[in-house]
């Protein structure tokens, strides 16, 4: 039950951050190696969710008497937070994102390798911080997704 409280904020929280993600990826012109640049340069990864996390394992450690389902709740109800004020890049955006059907590919891929990360993360007995990695791997599922769909790409470049 602790990890599926998890999985659900983590879902939620993947699905808005993925927009943002694809917002930029999309301004890279889907190019992996200019995306994971910007990436490292801007040192763009997720702080608050981690700190949170993070907060919420050291309760863990020193509260014996609270259950693991109220852990798992309260890093579910962390990440539902921290998405809910996510802005969304199709209407905040300077120059907003538009969901080509190529964006909306890598957006589906990705989001579906979060799920399989999500729910492997959800079957995990270890403590609440292990929530931290499915977190921090968001903008890379881009990539992956993105490379896995290179053969489809190239096709309809081809056309």
């Known amino acids: 039950m602790s990890g599926a409280l998890a999985f659900v904020g983590f879902a939620l929280?993947?699905?808005r951050r993925l927009m943002t993600y694809l917002h930029l990826f999309q301004q890279e012109e889907y190019d992996n190696r200019r995306f994971l640049a910007w990436l490292v340069r801007n040192r763009a990864f997720d702080h608050r969710l981690?700190?949170?996390?993070?907060?919420?394992?050291?309760?863990?450690?020193?509260?014996?008497?609270?259950?693991?389902?109220g852990?798992?709740?309260?890093?579910?109800?962390?990440?539902?937070?921290?998405?809910?004020?996510?802005?969304?890049?199709?209407?905040t955006a300077k120059k907003?994102?538009?969901?080509?059907?190529?964006?909306?590919?890598?957006y589906l891929v990705?989001?579906?390798?979060?799920?399989?990360?999500?729910?492997?993360?959800?079957?995990?007995?270890?403590?609440?911080?292990?929530?931290?990695?499915p977190v921090q791997l968001v903008p890379l599922t881009l990539v992956v997704g993105n490379l896995l769909l290179a053969p489809i790409e190239a096709k309809t470049q081809r056309r």
């Open 110 to 133: 990705a989001l579906a390798l979060l799920a399989v990360i999500g729910i492997a993360a959800a079957f995990c007995t270890g403590p609440i911080l292990l929530w931290v990695v």
């Open 71 to 91: 852990f798992g709740a309260l890093a579910g109800a962390a990440s539902i937070a921290v998405a809910a004020f996510e802005p969304d890049p199709r209407k």
């Open 96 to 106: 907003p994102l538009v969901m080509t059907a190529r964006a909306k590919r890598i």
């Open 13 to 15: 929280l993947a699905l």
């Open 50 to 69: 981690s700190f949170a996390l993070f907060a919420v394992w050291l309760m863990q450690l020193a509260l014996h008497t609270v259950p693991a389902w």
